[in-house]
T-cell receptor, first 110, second 117 residues
Framework: ELKVEQNPLFLSMQEGKNYTIYCNYS?????LYWYRQDPGKSLESLFV?????AVKQEGRLMASLDTKARLSTLHITAAVHDLSATYFC??????????FGKGTSLLVTP | EPEVTQTPSHQVTQMGQEVILRCVPI?????FYWYRQILGQKVEFLVS????????KSEIFDDQFSVERPDGSNFTLKIRSTKLEDSAMYFC???????????????FGEGSRLTVL
């Protein structure tokens, strides 16, 4: 069974600081997804990573994938309050039955 | 921008009642999914649907659950006899065929919150 572990689960950081969220998965995965969820809202797709060494960036967020280590990271650069949300990673080993991590609840404070 | 729409946004029902949650996937998408998220927990896969058939389902998706695409636009999730533990946010998702989107991006709706009393 494909298991996905995220850490940390809670993260409070100051505006302007950098931090990384880690996502480990237990077995081979075809693709790795990162989503953002605001309270009571849907899941907003941030990145889809397909291959070893893949790196994608959008604004202050950068995601990477190391398939050998079964690790993906979401790096936050110079955090701003608008980034406060819950971030989920999800992996799929076949098809699109995504296995989600428990999520990282990020709070960016002044 | 096209989006996945879901109705109702919130439904309250009594235990044992049947519930139907409705989704309108993005029009050129061919693969459809239901996921659920119990309050404060992670998102869990329920079922995937393609070409009018279930292609994959999880252990959660037991005989109490069914899915249907009754017409060319709607995709429904039915829970026959709701239990307290069915209370959750139910998300519909859809995606394009693989050739049209090799990345396999899933687009999620806003969710239907189900409360079983």
């Amino acid at each position: 069974e494909l298991k996905v572990e995220q850490n940390p689960l809670f993260l409070s950081m100051q505006e302007g600081k950098n931090y990384t969220i880690y996502c480990n998965y237990s077995t081979t995965s075809d693709r790795l997804y990162w989503y953002r969820q605001d309270p009571g809202k849907s899941l907003e797709s941030l990145f889809v990573l397909l291959s070893n060494g893949a790196v994608k960036q959008e604004g202050r967020l950068m995601a990477s994938l190391d398939t050998k280590a079964r690790l993906s990271t979401l790096h936050i650069t110079a955090a701003v309050h608008d980034l406060s949300a819950t971030y989920f990673c999800a992996a799929a080993n076949s098809g699109y039955a995504l296995n989600f991590g428990k999520g990282t609840s990020l709070l960016v404070t002044p | 921008e096209p989006e996945v729409t879901q109705t109702p946004s919130h439904q309250v029902t009594q235990m044992g009642q049947e519930v139907i949650l409705r989704c309108v996937p993005i029009s050129n998408h061919l693969y459809f999914y239901w996921y659920r998220q119990i309050l404060g927990q992670k998102v869990e896969f329920l079922v995937s649907f393609y070409n009018n058939e279930i292609s994959e389902k999880s252990e959660i998706f037991d005989d109490q659950f069914s899915v249907e695409r009754p017409d060319g636009s709607n995709f429904t999730l039915k829970i026959r006899s709701t239990k307290l533990e069915d209370s959750a946010m139910y998300f519909c998702a859809s995606r394009k065929p693989g050739l049209a989107d090799p990345q396999g991006e899933l687009f999620f709706g806003e969710g239907s919150r189900l409360t079983v009393l």
